[in-house]
Nanobody, 122 residues
Framework: QVQLVETGGGLVQAGGSLRLSCVVS????????MGWYCQPPGKQRELVAA???????NYGDSVKGRFTISRDNTKNTVYLQMNNLKPEDTGVYYC????????????????WGQGTQVTVSS
């Protein structure tokens, strides 16, 4: 069984900062890609940032230069540092990981956290 637990969401004023964390636990062989997605109210979930095991990163256009994704492989944890937050960053932020487990070692599966709310007031 694999679990992803996000922390760090909350309410912040525009221009402020938040740091999200996501800890992955369970019967893990390795985590290939970790990422963050945002689902704004009434809209579809979209990629915010992703990072591979070799620390190659990819960002959504709207967050480039403001958000930074990083990971600590010793702790199976991914972080999202969000600076200069804007009201349009408001949404539920989900952690995502593509994981190889001991139960399915031949391939990888996609896992999601339960989400954490980020609200940016103007």
């Amino acid at each position: 069984q694999v679990q992803l637990v996000e922390t760090g969401g909350g309410l912040v004023q525009a221009g402020g900062s938040l740091r999200l964390s996501c800890v992955v636990s369970g019967s893990i062989v390795n985590i290939e890609v970790m990422g963050w997605y945002c689902q704004p109210p009434g809209k579809q979930r979209e990629l915010v940032a992703a990072i591979t095991g070799s620390d190659s990163t990819n960002y959504g256009d709207s967050v480039k230069g403001r958000f930074t994704i990083s990971r600590d492989n010793t702790k199976n944890t991914v972080y999202l540092q969000m600076n200069n937050l804007k009201p349009e960053d408001t949404g539920v932020y989900y952690c995502n990981a593509r994981i190889r487990t001991w139960l399915s070692i031949a391939g990888t599966q996609n896992y999601w956290g339960q989400g954490t709310q980020v609200t940016v007031s103007s």
